[in-house]
């Protein structure tokens, strides 16, 4: 359904490669990145500038929405419909949930409505009947805004992200969330109280946890360490540039 991200997996290795070391510096935007880099590509640490996108809470959304509590316990996952985003582990969770253990008294409000492209149109195929599944289409920053503060956890399960924005907006509210046990969920979530982390491939494992949550059982949630970051450095634009062109003013 997505045979361009298939290719761009396969070759993405060999492409990076070509010219690389022709550049003053390489920028990414997480620790475990710059790790891989530097073993892949034979980099030093120093021509790797780690640029980290801003953690601060959007103000202009954060402080024009109001909370709510839903009548059930209600989980979003806030992607485009692509394959890699895998939103169907989301599916086969809710499934466990509603058609094997008759657990309904949940919502799970998923930000594409099914006509997207193939993979959006298989996903509603497969689940669209489930009455747990909210199929409720892409969202305004502000209407989003709205959604998070009016649910109780975040979902994410993407298989591939270089950092994973939802994560660092959710974060705001202080809320459970449910995040794919791969390094940049750790990363980005670094610091953050209340997450567990599931294995992306397993449907059954991210149902436990969601039940347990529906259940008002929050005691396997984890704060997630910090993890050590290694310069240069970034956090802002404007450091950024200075970075890049210190050896022009020198």
């Known amino acids: 359904m997505a045979p361009k991200i298939v290719l761009f997996a396969l070759f993405s290795k060999l492409i990076y490669r070509i010219g690389?070391?022709?550049?003053?510096?390489?920028i990414v935007q997480q620790q475990w990145l710059k790790d891989a880099f530097k073993r892949m590509f034979a980099l030093s640490k120093e021509q790797?500038?780690?640029?980290?996108p801003n953690k601060k809470p959007d103000a202009t959304y954060f402080e024009t929405v109001t909370e709510r509590k839903a009548a059930v316990y209600s989980f979003i996952y806030a992607a485009t419909a692509d394959s890699h985003k895998n939103f169907e582990l989301i599916c086969r969770a809710a499934e466990i949930l509603e058609r094997k253990e008759g657990q309904v008294n949940f919502k799970?409000?998923?930000?594409?409505?099914?006509n997207e492209n193939t993979y959006a149109k298989w996903i509603y195929d497969q689940w669209g009947t489930l009455k747990t599944l909210s199929f409720i289409g892409f969202q305004s920053r502000q209407s989003l805004y709205t959604y998070y503060a009016q649910s109780d956890c975040l979902l994410f399960p993407s298989k591939v992200e270089t950092w994973g924005l939802p994560i660092t907006e959710f974060a705001a509210f202080g809320k459970p969330m449910l995040l794919a046990d791969l390094p940049y969920a750790h990363e980005t979530a670094a610091g953050l109280q209340q997450v567990a982390f599931f294995d992306p491939d397993k449907a059954e494992q991210?149902?436990?946890?969601?039940?347990?949550?529906?259940?008002?059982?929050e005691s396997f949630l984890q704060r997630v360490p910090d993890r050590e970051l290694e310069g240069p450095l970034s956090h802002h634009w404007k450091e950024l540039f200075e970075i890049l062109l210190k050896d022009d003013k020198n």
């Open 206 to 217: 991210l149902a436990a946890q969601m039940r347990q949550l529906i259940e008002n059982d």
């Open 48 to 52: 790797i500038i780690l640029a980290l």
């Open 108 to 114: 799970v409000y998923i930000t594409f409505v099914g």
């Open 20 to 26: 690389i070391h022709k550049n003053s510096y390489v």
